[in-house]
Every structure is written in C-alpha cells, then in structure tokens.
C-alpha cells in the first residue's frame, strides 16, 4: 500500500511539472498569415443575446442581386429577403450593418454583427476563419462587354492580350481572383460601387464586367444595343451561404433549420425567381 501511494505522489509530480513548463501554442489570431484587424470573439453566447434583446445584427456588403441599393438607398436584394423573412419568422428585429468586401469577414469576427450576409461563396480557406450555412444556392460566373470595345469572339484577346482591356471585379471577391487567373493580361478594374461600374461599362469606360450570374445577363438583357456577354462558363460556378463566427453553433444550427423548412415550403425559390431568373431588378439599381 506505501509503494502504491508513493507511486501515485511521483506520477502526480511528474504531471504537474509536465503542464507548468509545457509550451504555449499562438491564438489563431496570433498565426502569420491572418489579418491584422482585430477578430476577438464576442466572449458571451450570441444566441442568447439575440434571443435576449431580439435584435439579430446582419452584416451586408454590396453585391448584386444578393445586396444592392435602390434609387432611394434602400436595401434590396436576394439575401436582403432571406435574412428579413428569417428575422421575422423568428420574431426578431433585424438590423443591417453595412461592410465591405475586404473587411467583412473580420467585421464579423469582431463582433460587429452576428451573421454575414453577402452572396458569400464557400471556400475552404475562408472556413478555417468562419462557419457557413447550408448553400441556398449554386451560381455561374459571366462575363458582361461593351459591345463598342469586344466583339463575340474576343474572348480570347482578353485573355492572352496586352492589357489594353480594362474589366471592372467586385474587389475582394473570389471572382477578383479568378479574374486574375483568367483575365490576368487584360487591365483588372478592382471595384467597390457595383451601380458606377455598371454606368462605366456602358459608357466605355470599362470594356467588361466579370460577375456572378446573374449580373452579366441581366445586363446584356436589359441595355442590349450597349451589352452582351461572352461565354466563360469554363471559369466555373462558385456555392452560397451565410456565415457566422466559428463559436456561434446554436446560432448556425437555426439558421440551416430555417433554410431547410423555407426551402421546403417552395419559398426561397419563389425570391429566387425575381433575382435570380429575371432581370427585372436591374431597373431597381
């Protein structure tokens, strides 16, 4: 019994040294590579705080027809409805906190807002900062031209050219770096007011727009005698989702439960009929 108990005395010294001088591993934030912004995470349960207060923060950055602004600087738009009916299904308020491309993930790591809205495509990299939502859908990437700069078959002048081209991307976007990609030769416009650039490109002062679909349709549809498009249906499509900080499950387990029922019901296909099936929302812009 005295040899159990004195074995018992070294294991547990041994243990304790082991802890008391184990090495300390960074925070994710610490790691090289991670942005230099601030991405403290919110120290209480964002579920309950909503719940609490029943407001739920929505971060939404401009990408169109996902986020838009109207003529009167209303938001519109694909995840507009979505995150409206989902704070009013759920009898919460809802608050839309503008941010940008290049910040938005950050934003919502810092606690800015509790849910990222955006026509956000899924990407591993981006999950190693952030959980996603189920996708609510699947979309192809387009390229929109100034009928006056690029004709039909010029698709491949763009892409071993000069750079006397200039094609406008969302900046901060994966379409930006798939532009870089594809597009690498050609003048790449980063931009940040879908609205000015839609105005550039049919005036001449950019040649294309590289976009997700719908976009570039849409456009070519609605100012045909100044659009049209090019077939880049090999750059291919990219998933979307909303997304929350990586601590926030009981928050991303409601959300993907009301994507499911509303999914079900027949109901986001019926919103993606107007933003994402006609181009009727271009004249909102």
Not at 69 to 76: A, E, G, M
Not at 251 to 268: C, E, H, K, S, T
Request: aromatic share 8%; hydrophobic share 45%; charged share 20%.
């Amino acid at each position: 019994m005295r040899l159990f108990r004195l074995l018992a005395c070294m294991a547990s010294f041994v243990l304790t040294g082991a802890l008391l001088h184990a090495p300390v591993i960074p925070a994710a934030s610490a790691w090289p590579g991670h942005a230099t912004r601030s991405t403290s995470q919110p120290s209480s349960d964002t579920l309950t705080n909503i719940q609490k207060h029943g407001v739920i923060r929505v971060g939404v950055a401009l990408n169109a027809p996902w986020v838009l602004r109207d003529k009167n600087n209303q938001w519109l738009g694909l995840d507009i409805d979505l995150v409206q009916q989902f704070a009013q299904d759920m009898r919460w308020k809802i608050e839309l906190v503008p941010t940008t491309w290049t910040a938005g993930i950050d934003d919502l790591r810092a606690g800015h807002f509790d849910v990222l809205a955006a026509g956000l495509s899924v990407t591993p990299l981006r999950a190693l900062s952030l959980k996603y939502s189920r996708p609510y859908g699947t979309y192809a990437l387009g390229l929109v031209v100034n009928r006056k700069s690029l004709g039909k078959d010029d698709l491949l002048a763009l892409e071993t050219g000069n750079g006397k081209h200039r094609i406008g991307v969302l900046s901060g976007t994966i379409t930006a770096a798939t532009a870089k990609e594809h597009l690498g030769n050609s003048d790449l416009v980063e931009i940040n007011d879908e609205s000015k650039a839609i105005q550039d490109l049919r005036n001449g002062d950019l040649d294309g727009l590289l976009a997700e679909q719908p976009l570039p349709t849409a456009l070519a549809h609605s100012y045909p005698d100044q659009l049209q498009t090019l077939d880049v249906s090999t750059y291919g499509k990219t998933a979307h989702a909303f997304a929350v900080r990586r601590n926030d499950q009981d928050l991303l387990d409601v959300i993907n439960a009301w994507l499911i029922y509303q999914d079900a019901a027949g109901w986001i296909q019926s919103r993606e009929q107007f933003w994402i099936h006609s181009p009727a929302w271009v004249e909102l812009m």
